[in-house]
């Protein structure tokens, strides 16, 4: 099975020594991200911004591939921190280097206490209208503060309401997790989904219907079956507007197996031999290059670099951790292994 510049379309890098050892394993298999910007502090300076893609490089630059021993050709598509006051003359200023935005509500997730507490329209127009006239797409981590199983589907009356008052935004939900983010794919022409890997594996059964699971702990939580029923079968049949997005979150393992459990999955190395069995079980092959690379493209209107990934039907152990990260997997056997890149 041949991928061509197969795209990881939301991926957290981190910093420091984190993105020293995690940077080269995602640049091993994919020719670019959109690269998450909630860091401490986060991502919304032209200053913050540049040095955050230089240092990046610099560590994938440094970690040649351990597949063919090359530095490798790996787009960091770069994001901002949303806030309310951006001015069209900012955002333009950084059009050749700024992918999308992402937008957090306050203290949903990871580092997203600067996020948005409010979800006026007028409030944030100023972004967003600029956004829209400079064809800047919107991500949005789309979750309340409300019952933890319902706060996707909660958000999904804001997504809408977005899309409606903003009808030239592109509006990315991210790692939808929910039969009704699916839906909510249709009755908009300009709202878009990232979906992941370990919410087309998982739902909240696997993480704590026996003895708790740590390393599969996430934001958005996994869901019920028909959940993820709903989102296999966009998913599986290439749906025109969604994109595969790992929400790739890699944490320390003390972080993780700790009673303050950090949230996040960390896919980054398995991602691609775990899609390919996936796909291959449904005996969908044939869709698998629409939905990691050639919808990302459409949607956000990028040429990633011209790489090719083999992967071959042969086992694969996942490693039980790389450096001090336990990946989704770890210790298990994939069917599917990668040959190399090229």
Not at 105 to 128: K, Q
Not at 273 to 288: C, I, S
Request: glycine share 4%; net charge negative; proline share 8%.
């Amino acid at each position: 099975m041949t991928l061509h510049s197969p795209l990881d379309m939301h991926l957290h890098l981190r910093d420091g020594d984190m993105l020293q050892t995690v940077a080269p394993l995602s640049a091993q298999h994919f020719a670019g991200a959109i690269i998450m910007p909630n860091l401490l502090p986060p991502i919304t300076t032209r200053e913050a911004l540049l040095s955050y893609k230089e240092r990046i490089q610099q560590a994938i630059q440094q970690s040649p591939s351990t597949i063919n021993h090359q530095p490798a050709r790996f787009a960091p598509y770069m994001t901002l921190f949303f806030q309310p006051d951006y001015h069209y003359a900012f955002l333009e200023s950084l059009r050749d280097d700024l992918t999308a935005i992402k937008l957090y509500p306050a203290g949903i997730t990871t580092n997203s206490e600067e996020g948005i507490s409010g979800f006026d329209v007028e409030t944030l127009r100023p972004t967003l209208s600029a956004m829209s006239d400079l064809g800047i797409p919107l991500c949005i981590h789309g979750e309340t503060n409300g019952f933890v199983m319902d706060r996707e589907a909660e958000f999904v009356p804001i997504y809408e309401t977005l899309a409606a008052a903003f009808p030239d935004l592109t509006i990315i939900m991210e790692h939808i997790t929910t039969a009704q983010s699916v839906a909510a794919l249709e009755k908009h022409p300009n709202l878009y989904a990232t979906i992941t890997l370990h919410h087309l594996y998982i739902t909240l059964d696997d993480v704590a219907g026996g003895m708790l699971r740590p390393h599969l702990f996430c934001k958005p939580i996994a869901k019920r079956p028909e959940d993820r029923h709903a989102l296999l079968d966009v998913a599986l049949n290439a749906h025109p507007k969604v994109m595969f997005g790992s929400d790739s979150a890699p944490h320390p393992r003390h972080a993780k197996e700790a009673p303050g459990c950090a949230a996040g999955v960390f896919t980054a190395p398995v991602a691609l031999p775990a899609l390919a069995q996936l796909f291959d079980a449904h005996g969908k092959r044939g869709n698998l290059q629409a939905f990691v690379s050639d919808n990302a493209q459409r949607i956000y209107r990028v040429t990633p670099p011209d790489t090719s990934i083999e992967l071959v039907n042969e086992p694969f152990i996942v490693p039980e951790k790389y450096g001090d990260v336990v990946p989704m997997f770890a210790g298990e056997t994939l069917e599917w292994n990668i040959k190399e890149t090229l």
